[in-house]
């Protein structure tokens, strides 16, 4: 679900479309992965190099240990408020679970449209739209898209901003 | 009669590589003057010499493989001693063609034609050096047959296009196949010049003179406390740098002028460069007054643009367009109106942000404010610099709300209507949320509505 039902964020008409699942799993993967090198960089440190004893290395491993389920779930909540809508001249993006966003790009403000997929978001059959206009605040990216569903983003969005374009 | 091309390569001025020659080999050589007259011709000086004969060689070796031809669609620049570079510049996607002269030019004579094709890029090319009056000769002749292949439409003909289009019908020479450079067009008509005087005393009131002087009193006070001189060593370099920084802003915008061309706003400014810079006014796609603290007691502001497809920056000061770099309120916004294509963004009525928008921001709630309507979308903002930002809706790319943890409680949010490239931001910070979803909507209704007029043509060119 999108969080608390709130106003500010809601859908232009009907519901925001949502992410695959899969993105945070991918993300998830990712995160983890960051995390055990740390923690095996941190051990090391505080065993070899600092000599801590051994209360000091599994109270910091403990710590790591809440900072990695913490992330998990953080991760989750991210990925549930991300939505987009495409809407008849606009395309509507939400995402943040801290700082929630709110963005609308219209067609003919897009200058072009990227279609990126990382190994691990390649391997799980994801991959994120992001769309680009004359303007570098204009954050609007939506990642987890099943594979199919983001080409044909992709291509709706290109065919509407071709035929909507607007001169600078 | 079709134009041949531009028969044959053209080359840049002799002089370049004397103009070019690195500073630092001048000033090695210069430099080191002292121990080849004492120690006589030993082996560093030798090495020295050597370095600057080099660089000289290499200087002169440049300008040899230099070359430029002017065909009938493209400008081609081919340059390179050791990896050749061949550039081509589309004739009909040039902006802008702005001279420049920098100092060491200017004492010869000389200028640097700088291309803008609007990639975003930064300069697409540039040709230095020239002597001036070819380089004002070639300017012109280039834009004319940009504005004639423009005209001749499809294909591509470099001239012929029919009368009484902009630029085009000038018949070619047959036997040279040149296009003769237009009559001079009627004297651009001055819009604003800065004053010198006030550019003076807009220097000194500005933050980096304050501290310079407060950081300058306040070292020479702990060294004459502490009693020690050391404090005196470290601060003349800083000085130097300072009023070095200082000097670079004042003759960046010494003799500002903007005036009103065919092309678009003229820019003409520098003490030690000469720059000329054109900005075109459909292009231009939003503006910002600001007024730091200590210029408000005497009313005065700075104007600045942001300009598509231009990532032009030499100096810092200039970081999108500056269309006045200080200047009477009256007249910045007399200016920003003839910007914006005629039309007022001070009669937009500003609502200002909810009163609990203190506990989000304590500091500068008090100076937010917003509105917008069919023609714009404006936000005021900031204490020690009051900045005055308007987006035309018609160039609106973009409108996000964001909420942070801390809005959150307050119900506020910030929307931020985004333009392009350039200084201009407009932003309605800590709005209450209902009205912040409201405002989005209706700016994504309105610039709809201007883009649509644009593009059916039924708005004046500045709002395109």
Known sequence: MLGSVDDLFAPPQADWQRVSPRLATSRRASAMLMLTVLAVLLVGFLWFVVDAGAAVVATALVALLVLAAFVWWFIGRVVRR????????????????????????????????????????????????????ASPGTTALVP???????????????????????GL | MSAAPDAGARRLSPLTPVVRAPIVVIAVVGGSWQTFLSNGLGPSSLVV???????????????????????????????????????????????GVDIVQPLMARLFGLAELRFDTASGSGREGSLAF????????????????????????ADGRPDGGPDGRSGAGLPSDPVTGEVPPAAPPAPPRVLAKLDLGLLLWATILSPITLVLVLGGAALLVVSWVTGAPLFAG???????????????????????????????????????????????????Q??????PVMWRPFGWARLEVSVAGSARSDDSTFSAATLLPVGPRAQVLWLARYALGGEDPTSVPLV???????????????????????????????????????????????????RGPWQRRLRLATVLVDSPVGKVAVQARHRDEQESRTLVDDVVVRSRRARRAASSGRVAPGLL
């Open chain 1, 82 to 133: 991300w939505g987009y809508a495409e809407q008849a001249e606009e395309l509507y993006i939400t995402r943040g679970a801290l700082v929630r966003t709110l963005v609308a790009v219209p067609y003919g403000r897009m200058q072009y449209v990227d279609v990126e997929a990382g190994p691990l978001d390649r391997m799980l059959g994801i991959a994120t739209v992001h769309l680009h206009t």
């Open chain 1, 144 to 166: 987890g898209l099943v594979a199919e569903e983001a080409a044909r983003l992709r291509d709706r969005l290109t065919e509407l901003g071709e035929a909507r374009a607007a």
């Open chain 2, 49 to 95: 010499l050597a370095l600057a004969a080099a660089g000289i060689l290499y200087g002169i070796v440049a300008w040899l493989r230099t070359a430029y031809w002017i065909h009938d669609d493209e400008l081609r620049i081919d340059t390179g001693v050791v990896s050749r570079q061949s550039r081509r510049i589309r004739i009909d996607r040039l902006q």
């Open chain 2, 130 to 153: 020239l002597p001036h009056r070819e380089a004002v000769a070639l300017r012109a002749q280039l834009l004319l047959r940009r504005d004639a292949v423009r005209a001749g439409g």
């Open chain 2, 234 to 284: 470290g601060f003349v370099p800083a000085v130097l740098g300072a009023g070095f920084a200082v000097f670079r802003g004042f003759s960046a915008a010494y003799g500002f002028t903007v005036s009103d061309s065919a092309e678009g706003l003229a820019v003409r400014r520098g003490l030690t460069a000469l720059t000329s810079q054109t900005v075109p006014l459909p292009r231009i």
């Open chain 2, 286 to 291: 939003g503006v910002v007054v600001s007024e």
């Open chain 2, 352 to 402: 200002p942000a909810p009163r609990r928008a203190r506990y989000a921001a304590p500091l500068s709630a008090w100076t937010l404010a917003y509105g917008h309507d069919d023609r714009f979308a404006v936000s005021r903002r900031g204490w020690w610099t009051r900045r005055f930002d308007v987006a035309p809706q018609g160039k609106v790319q973009s409108v996000r709300v964001r």
